[in-house]
C-alpha cells in the first residue's frame, strides 16, 4: 500500500512536470515564432533611432501638364543631444552659421530629448549652409532631407493655388483644400544607439519617403499669364485698389484661368496682410454688379415673351418715375426714340427699368434665384461668398427697378460669368471646377477624375438664348462694347459701371466698379470672360473704357489656344469717325503686277522680285487689315 502511494505520487509530480514543461516549450514556441516579429519591433525600437526624410508634395499642373507648383530639395538640421561631446563648441558653431543666439542655440544642444531638430532656424537649409555645417563633422549633427514648395510663377494664379507652411502643411487654396492628397508619406533612415544614446556600429536602414498625388488642372497657364499680366497692367496704369478675371468654359464649367488683385507671393506669403492672402476677390467679393446684370433682366423678359427687341421702341428722356424717385440714364439728355435692342446697345437704365416692370417682380426675383445669385455655385475652392439678394417680401416698387439694372444687389464676379454662362449656353447651367484629375506621381495613373456637372437645364429656352446673344453681339460691334471687339471674330458682351457703396452706406463719389462680361464666338460660345477694375483713378470711368480692352487682348490669346475660328457671318461694325476701319484683303496671287496694283487700291503696296506674276502677299488674301496699310507682293 505504501510503495503504491509513492508511486502514484511520482506519476503525478511526472505528470505536472511534464505538463509545465510542455506549457514552457510551447510560450518559447509563441514567443520565438508567433511573436517574433512583434517582440523584434519593440526591441528594436528601445535601441533604434529614426532620423525623418521628407517626401515630395505632389506637383499641380496645368491642363497641358506645365507646371504650377512642385518641390525643392532642402536640408534640415537635427540634433542628437546624447551624441554631441562638446556641446559649447557644436553651439556656438551652429549659432554662427545659423545666424541665432548662442542662448537659443543651446538651448537645442543640450536639451534632454533622443532626437531633437532644430525648428524654425534649422529647416529649408540651402545647400551652401548645409555644407558649412556638414564640414564640420561633428557627431549628434545630422542633416536630413527635407522637401520646400516652390511655385515658378511666383504670384501667378496665387489665390486658387494658396500655400503651405513650414511643414508642408497646406494652409489656403488648393493646397488646403486638397491637402490629404498632395501631402506625400515621410521616410526615415534608422540607426542604433545604446542606452546613454551612444550610436552603434551597426547597419544602417534607409526607409524612402513616398510622395504625394498630383493634381492636374482645368487652368490653361498661358492664358492665365496674359489675364495676369494685363490686370497687373491696370493695376499699375489706373492706380486701381483690385481688379478681378475669369474665364470660363460655359459649356463644361472648366475654369481656364482666375486672377484677383492685389495678390500674393506664396514662398513669402508671411510678409502680406490677411486680407490679401485669405481673400480671393473672384469668388469672395460682394460688390454691386451694374450693368452686366441687365443681363439677366434682358433674358426674363425675351423668355416671358415680354418684348420683341427688334420691333418694339422705347423714348428715353434721360430718366424714369419710379414712386416718386427719378433714377436717371447715363447719358444725362437721354437716348431718345430707340428699339428695345438699342436699349441693350446703349445700357440705358430706363429701359431696361421698363423691361423689368414688365416681367414683374416675382418672376424677376424668380429668374435671379434660377440663375444662382443668393447662393454658393459650389466650385472646389475655399471662401466661396453667396453674395446678398433683397428678400422679395422688402421689395418694393424702387427695389424692384434698381434690381433691373444691377444697383441694390450684390453678387460675386464668378456668380455673374456661371449665370451669363447659362444664359448664352441655351439655358443650361454648368457648377465651375478647377481641378481637373487627380494622378499617380511616377506613373501618372489617373485615380480621380471630376467631370462636367449640369446642375440646372433649361432655365431659359434655346430661342431666348440666341436672341440675347444677338443683342449681346450687337452690344460688342456698335454699342457701349465696342472696345472688346475682334475684327473677323463673332463676340458678345455687355460693360458695367457700378457706383461703389462706403461703410456709411452711401454711394461714394467718383469711386467705381468698371466692369465687362463677354463671350465668343458669339453663334456657340465656347469661352466666357469677365473682367472688373475696381476703384481706377485717372481715367473716364466707363467698364467699355477700362475693362473691355482687357478682355479683348485676353480673348485674343484664347483664340490662338483654343483654335477659335474666325467668322464672316457675324453683326458688320459701323465704325465711328475715330475709329480704324479694318478691311477685307483682296487674294492677288496668280495676277500680273499691274492687276495686283489695281486691285489692290486703297493698300499701300510693296513688291519685290523682277517677274510678272504675283506668287505671294502678306497678308494673306481674305484676311482682315487696317485701311490704308501696306500689302507686300512677291513676283517670280
Not at 502514484?8 to 515564432?33: A, E, G, T
Request: proline letters at 3%; glycine letters at 10%.
Amino acid at each position: 500500500m505504501f510503495f503504491y502511494d509513492v508511486h502514484k505520487r511520482i506519476r503525478i509530480v511526472l505528470l505536472v512536470v511534464s505538463f509545465l514543461f510542455l506549457l514552457i516549450v510551447l510560450r518559447v514556441f509563441y514567443l520565438q515564432v508567433i511573436e517574433y516579429k512583434e517582440l523584434k519591433n519593440l526591441a528594436e525600437n528601445l535601441w533604434s533611432r529614426n532620423l525623418p526624410v521628407g517626401a515630395d508634395r505632389g506637383l499641380i499642373l496645368d491642363r497641358n501638364g506645365k507646371i504650377i507648383a512642385s518641390n525643392e530639395t532642402t536640408a534640415g538640421l537635427v540634433l542628437i543631444p546624447n551624441q554631441i561631446v562638446n556641446k559649447e563648441e557644436v553651439t556656438k558653431m551652429l549659432s554662427e552659421i545659423l545666424e541665432v543666439s548662442y542662448e537659443e542655440m543651446h538651448k537645442h544642444v543640450s536639451k534632454k530629448t533622443s532626437i531633437e531638430r532644430v525648428h524654425p532656424e534649422g529647416r529649408g537649409l540651402s545647400y551652401e549652409i548645409a555644407d558649412k555645417i556638414d564640414s564640420y563633422n561633428y557627431d549628434g549633427v545630422y542633416l536630413v532631407k527635407e522637401s520646400k514648395r516652390y511655385y515658378p510663377y511666383g504670384n501667378v494664379l496665387s489665390h486658387v493655388i494658396g500655400y503651405v507652411g513650414i511643414d508642408n502643411q497646406g494652409l489656403s487654396g488648393l493646397e488646403l483644400l486638397y491637402d490629404d492628397v498632395l501631402t506625400g508619406e515621410n521616410g526615415s533612415i534608422k540607426y542604433f544607439s545604446d542606452g546613454k544614446g551612444k550610436k552603434l556600429e551597426l547597419s544602417e536602414i534607409y526607409e524612402s519617403p513616398q510622395n504625394g498625388m498630383n493634381i492636374t488642372l482645368t487652368i490653361d497657364l498661358d492664358l492665365q499669364l496674359t489675364l495676369e499680366n494685363e490686370l497687373n497692367n491696370a493695376m499699375n496704369k489706373y492706380n486701381a485698389e483690385g481688379a478681378i478675371g475669369i474665364v470660363m468654359n460655359p459649356k463644361t464649367g472648366e475654369i481656364y484661368a482666375m486672377s484677383s488683385k492685389p495678390d500674393f507671393n506664396p514662398i513669402n506669403y508671411q510678409n502680406y496682410s490677411a486680407e490679401v492672402i485669405n481673400r480671393n476677390l473672384a469668388i469672395w467679393s460682394n460688390f454691386e454688379p451694374g450693368s452686366t446684370f441687365k443681363i439677366v433682366t434682358l433674358a426674363s423678359a425675351i423668355n416671358e415673351g415680354k418684348v420683341n427687341i427688334f420691333e418694339e421702341t422705347y423714348f428715353d428722356t434721360g430718366s424714369i418715375n419710379v414712386s416718386g424717385t427719378h433714377l436717371h440714364c447715363w447719358k444725362t439728355k437721354g437716348h431718345g426714340a430707340q428699339t428695345f435692342l438699342e436699349v441693350v446697345e446703349n445700357s440705358c437704365n430706363p429701359g431696361f427699368v421698363v423691361l423689368g416692370q414688365r416681367v414683374g417682380k416675382e418672376k424677376l426675383f424668380e429668374y435671379i434665384d434660377k440663375l444662382g445669385f443668393g447662393s454658393k455655385t459650389g466650385i472646389d475652392l475655399n471662401g466661396e461668398s453667396t453674395g446678398i439678394i433683397f428678400d422679395l417680401e422688402k421689395v418694393g416698387p424702387l427695389e424692384h427697378a434698381t434690381t433691373s439694372f444691377g444697383q441694390g444687389v450684390s453678387v460675386t464676379a464668378l456668380q455673374q460669368v456661371v449665370a451669363v454662362s447659362a444664359i448664352v449656353n441655351n439655358g443650361n447651367m454648368y457648377k465651375p471646377y478647377v481641378v481637373k484629375s487627380v494622378n499617380e506621381p511616377e506613373t501618372n495613373l489617373l485615380i480621380e477624375e471630376n467631370m462636367p456637372t449640369l446642375t440646372k437645364e433649361n432655365i431659359i429656352t434655346k430661342e431666348t438664348s440666341g436672341t440675347v446673344r444677338y443683342a449681346l453681339e450687337s452690344v460688342v460691334a456698335n454699342g457701349s462694347g465696342r472696345n472688346a471687339y475682334i475684327e473677323g471674330y463673332r463676340i458678345g458682351g455687355k460693360t458695367g459701371t457700378a457706383q461703389k457703396v462706403g461703410s456709411d452706406g452711401r454711394y461714394m463719389v467718383g469711386n467705381y466698379v468698371l466692369s465687362f462680361i463677354g463671350f465668343m464666338p458669339a453663334d456657340d460660345p465656347e469661352v466666357v470672360i469677365y473682367i472688373a477694375v475696381d476703384g481706377a483713378h485717372n481715367t473716364v470711368q466707363y467698364g467699355g473704357t477700362v475693362s473691355a480692352p482687357i478682355a479683348n487682348n485676353v480673348l485674343k490669346t484664347a483664340i490662338e489656344i483654343f483654335d477659335l475660328k474666325s467668322s464672316e457671318e457675324g453683326i458688320p461694325r459701323e465704325y465711328l469717325y475715330y475709329e480704324q476701319k479694318y478691311v477685307t484683303v483682296p487674294d492677288v496671287i496668280g495676277m500680273t503686277k499691274k492687276e495686283a496694283i489695281k486691285t489692290l487700291y486703297g493698300f499701300n503696296v510693296e513688291y519685290s522680285g523682277s517677274g510678272e506674276t504675283v506668287i505671294e502677299q502678306n497678308p494673306k488674301g481674305n484676311s482682315k487689315a487696317k485701311e490704308n496699310s501696306t500689302v507686300k507682293i512677291l513676283l517670280n
